[in-house]
């Protein structure tokens, strides 16, 4: 196979974060989330461009996932970040994030999430790849998120909600998202 000098790879992840971007236009376009939408946004605290209060990037050294459901104020998309403030603790703090910072987009209420790999700014070693995970077929079981430490979970004091995981259904109806590989769709 010959080199891909069009960059097929960055053009794809720029695109899916756009989905991110566009997104968050959306929310703040009709003032609020619609219906019973809210999202997950995971994002690199050390990215450059990343503005987060200094004890928020000392407890969450790696990366930080946010909600955005009820409670969020001075929400702003720029072409290349996103801007909001959310209150951790009881206390607000804003937050500036580049799109490119960002690891993972999820809305539960539809099953939909977009998983990127480090941007190139922060590994150099090869371009980033991207995993979009659709709307499952219900015969298909969801992939189980890895379980982390309290210390990475996402702060509820970020949406004053506590967070849904549709994984404690015990009824074991799983119509959870399926993983869709970009791989899958190349030529071997």
């Known amino acids: 196979m010959s080199q891909d000098l069009m960059q097929y790879e960055q053009m794809t992840q720029l695109a899916l974060r ?3 971007r566009d997104a968050i236009r959306r929310v ?3 003032d609020g989330l619609p219906g019973a939408h809210h999202f997950y946004i995971t994002f690199l605290t050390r990215y450059p461009g990343v503005e987060i209060d200094d004890s928020l990037a000392a407890k969450y ?3 930080i996932t946010i909600v955005l459901e009820h409670q969020f104020w001075d929400l702003n998309a720029y072409p290349d970040e996103f801007e909001v403030t959310l209150k951790f603790g009881g206390v607000p703090k804003y937050l500036k994030v580049p799109y490119h910072a960002i690891t993972r987009f999820h809305d539960p209420s539809v099953g939909f999430a977009l998983q990127f790999d480090a941007a190139p700014e922060m590994d150099k070693t090869e371009t980033a790849s991207v995993t979009q995970i659709a709307k499952a077929d ?3 079981p969801a992939p189980k998120p890895a379980k982390k430490s309290d210390k ?3 702060s509820k004091a970020a949406s004053n909600e506590e967070p849904t995981d549709s ?3 015990p009824s074991g109806d799983d119509d959870g998202p399926k993983v869709v590989s970009l791989d899958s769709f190349r030529k071997k």
């Open 18 to 20: 756009g989905v991110v």
């Open 61 to 63: 050294p790696e990366e």
């Open 152 to 154: 990475e979970k996402p």
């Open 167 to 169: 994984d404690d259904d």
């Open 138 to 140: 219900p015969k298909t």
């Open 28 to 30: 703040i376009r009709e």
